[in-house]
């Protein structure tokens, strides 16, 4: 499985933006059964979960972003969203998502989002 991850950009304190993680050329029954997950890493900082989703389309969230994030996923594209409002200068990062099955542990390349004061 082969994630690409986009979306990411520079926004000010209260932006928005809508982060991508796509997977176009894995199969759908290998997709569909997937766990997706966006995952974030600050500088000098370790990564660090922010949301997922799992096959049956259940979120959960790290408790920082809740009520400003939200994740989704669109089967039909192979692709799963994670729409971040309200930003804060904290969530300044390199997005990363994750994709988990069984025989399935992926990791896409990235995409950097920075949030001026």
């Known amino acids: 499985v082969q994630l690409q991850a986009f979306g990411g950009g520079l926004v000010q304190t209260g932006g928005s933006l809508r982060l991508s993680c796509a997977a176009p050329r894995t199969i759908t029954s290998v997709y569909n059964p997937l766990n997706i997950g966006w995952y974030r890493q600050a500088p000098g900082k370790q990564r660090e979960l922010v949301a997922t989703?799992?096959?049956?389309?259940?979120?959960n969230y790290a408790d920082s972003v809740k009520g400003r994030f939200t994740i989704s996923r669109d089967n039909a594209r192979k692709t799963v969203y994670l729409r971040t409002n309200s930003l804060k200068p904290e969530d300044t990062g390199v997005y990363y998502c994750?994709?988990?099955?069984?025989?399935?542990?992926?990791w896409g390349q990235g995409t950097l989002v920075t949030v001026s004061s």
């Open positions: 989703i799992t096959s049956g389309g259940r979120p």
């Open positions: 994750h994709a988990d099955g069984s025989h399935t542990d992926a």
